[in-house]
């Protein structure tokens, strides 16, 4: 499906992001919203890696941007062994309405909620999901039922393609955005919606996020090409100030604010670009990020200097904000037309993706090559990808990450650093 002008009717969670060198047009809807195909169980597969030789014979080259980059880096080290603990499925695995287009944990790690276009916020203890934690040293895996491992979870009348927890409130408010083109704020304890707001003319929002040096400041990124900022302190959530990064008003497809407190802000857009503006100025971003070939799906800062990027060229790339340059691209997953989620584990350094090939990646980001990848499994149908990764931001040598699928399936990855006796050399994969 084209990533364009989708209105309500629109069945996808996947908008198979368009190539910017077409014009955004409306999709009609098709008679099933996820065709699947039959995958092995065989998870850790060699690595393949993806070709775009075709793809650049295609596509229009990037501005500028994109050069720069380290070259004739060091071999990547295997320094991590990951092990499937937990997978939480339901009755209806492979039933359209489970897809998990979102999970997110909230500022304790504790909690973590997803979201989907089953119109559901299903909210999690993270305990729940490891009943038997002595296991992450064997290679048993739990397996759980959606309702049982749930606490408790809040139907919304719309699809929803972005969930974030606010800042400061303990962990209570969360904040969601939908394909009809609303933001609305959930009071957890109360489990009710206690704000909500529609400035994008209905037109879907694809991502929330909340500033951390003014709390109270919200964005969202929508179809409609522009990036609303509000404060829900002010009635009807009135818009404080709105930014169209694209002339043409490409999709905005991600919104995040600098996690570590700052002023600045990150989209990224279907016109091959991701922008960063300073919410203290918003008429003109302070830096254009040039280099993929086709549309930015996400945007994450991993430290105060550098924010990684991912495109539907199949690639991510990691950046240094003061200078807009290009550090270092990722490939080795495969991602041309759907979002596959992006999230970074900032304390370890590394990345984790999905890939259309029904895959969870992790790059080290001192690598271009992935240093892990899983098959995600249990895919009845055709046209298997994973659409959302999420890390848990604790540690420095064990990390978790969940990662979850259309077919409703979240599954549990925890990874133990290797001892240093190791060497920090595995035998590399097949390329």
Known sequence: MSFGSMGASSLSWSPSPINSTTTTTATAAVSSEWTMRNFSTDFDRPIQFQSHEEEQKQDVQPEGGGGGEEEGEEKARYEWDFNLVTVVSSSTVGAISDTLGVIEFDPSDYLLATGGIARKIRVYSFGSLLPHESSHDTQDTTYLD????????????????????????????????????????????????IFERDEH????????????????????????????????????????SAAQPSASRSSVCCVEFDPNGGSLFAVGCADRRAYAYDVRKMSAPVLVFHGHR????????????????????????????????????????????????????????????????????????????????????????????????CWRQVGENEATLLAGGPDGVLQVFVGKRKSPSFGGFAHSPTI
């Open 146 to 193: 959606h309702t049982r491992a749930c606490d408790y979870y809040i139907c919304t009348p719309a699809k929803l393609s972005s969930l974030r927890w606010k800042p400061n409130t303990g962990s209570r408010v969360l904040g969601s955005g939908d394909y009809d083109g609303v933001v609305t704020e959930y009071d957890l304890e109360r489990r009710v919606p």
């Open 201 to 240: 003319g209905g037109r879907r929002v694809w991502s929330v996020d909340y500033s951390h040096w003014v709390p109270v400041l919200g964005a969202s990124g929508s179809d409609d090409g522009s990036v609303q900022m509000w404060d829900t302190r002010c009635g009807g959530g009135m818009c404080v």
């Open 294 to 389: 086709r549309t930015v799906t996400y945007v994450r800062f991993l430290e105060e200097s550098m924010i990684v990027t991912a495109g539907t060229d199949g690639c991510l790339k990691l950046w240094d904000m003061g200078d807009a340059r290009a550090i270092r691209t990722y490939e080795g997953h495969l991602n041309s037309r759907s979002f596959v989620g992006l999230s970074v584990w900032r304390n370890g350094g590394l990345l984790g993706c999905g890939s259309e090939s029904n895959e969870v990646f992790v790059y080290d980001k001192r690598w271009r090559d992935p240093i892990w990848v899983r098959g995600f499994g249990s895919i009845s149908h055709d046209n298997g990808f994973v659409s959302s990764v």
